[in-house]
């Protein structure tokens, strides 16, 4: 069975940088289009961040060109560095994954974690 396990969150400081991970266990994760997505104290879900098997990424038009998604195949990890962070980018943030990488862009994936929480303030 898959599982994905987040890291990394905790409490920033407005302009400041933070990185999360997340480690999937129970298959290759070369398999799957992984993602980020993140919900926030209002509930709202966002779709933050997917890369895809061969390395192609998107972004949310509020995290682009501030955060970046990556992935290390040896490791079985995907990484999301968030750079010049918000009040606005506090929220639970999710790692998801899916073979199906459609899955992911309308939030049916198949699989996520439990979740690292992210507060950015002064």
């Known amino acids: 069975q898959v599982q994905l396990v987040e890291s990394g969150g905790g409490l920033v400081q407005p302009g400041g940088s933070l990185t999360l991970a997340c480690s999937l266990s129970g298959d290759a994760i070369s398999a799957y289009t992984m993602g980020w997505y993140r919900q926030d104290p209002q509930n709202q879900r966002e779709l933050v961040a997917v890369?895809?098997?061969?390395?192609?990424?998107n972004y949310a038009d509020s995290v682009k060109d501030r955060f970046t998604i990556s992935r290390d195949n040896a490791k079985n990890m995907v990484y999301l560095q968030m750079n010049r962070v918000r009040p606005e980018d506090t929220a639970v943030y999710h790692c998801i994954a899916d073979k199906d990488p459609f899955k992911l862009f309308i939030l049916e994936h198949t699989f996520w974690g439990q979740g690292t929480q992210v507060t950015v303030s002064s």
């Open positions: 890369i895809t098997r061969a390395g192609s990424t």
